[in-house]
């Protein structure tokens, strides 16, 4: 386990965006989706979203959404952390309080089928002054069944 604090409450959900960044991310989704529908891993394309895509994470779940593991961790947020999660289980990086909350945020998406928005402090010892804004958006697996994320984090600078 990577050294994160064990504080769950890292972050908080929020009602709205306030970063423009992440309205930006949110309305290229609301863009890709169908009528009634979530866009699919396939729909979003880097190459419509170079200044977001450094700031992009994809998690999937498994286990049934008991743990998730991150497929893509962009480089801003690696360079934030210090750490490339990629391939990672949430379950393994972070204190059972934190990727409880995780956890919880990211099933919250996939149950709802719709967007959250969370504000907060970086859960790293040394970074807990980096403020973020992030935004979980649903996408379809690419099997077109499975709901992964597309996670969006922003900073406060």
Request: negative net charge; hydrophobic residues 50%; glycine residues 8%.
């Given at each position: 386990?990577?050294?994160y604090s064990s504080k769950p409450a890292a972050a908080e959900i929020v009602a709205n965006p306030d970063?423009?960044?992440t309205k930006a991310l949110l309305a290229y989704w609301q863009a890709k989706c169908p009528a009634g529908g979530l866009p699919g891993r396939d729909d979003i394309d880097a190459s419509e979203i170079p200044r977001l895509l450094p700031h992009l994470v994809i998690a999937e779940p498994i286990d049934g959404g008991a743990d998730?593991?991150?497929r893509l961790v962009g480089t801003a947020v690696v360079?934030?952390?210090?750490?490339?999660?990629?391939g990672k289980r949430v379950r393994e990086l972070f204190a059972p309080e934190?990727?409880?909350a995780y956890i919880a945020d990211y099933r919250r998406g996939v149950r709802n089928r719709a967007p959250w928005f969370a504000r907060g402090?970086?859960?790293?010892p040394d970074k807990e002054h980096v403020r973020f804004e992030s935004v979980g958006l649903p996408i379809l697996a690419r099997d077109g069944v499975g709901v992964w994320l597309l996670l969006?984090?922003?900073y406060f600078d």
């Open positions: 386990m990577l050294a970063l423009e960044a998730w593991i991150y360079n934030r952390s210090g750490h490339d999660t990629t934190v990727a409880d402090y970086f859960a790293l969006g984090v922003f």
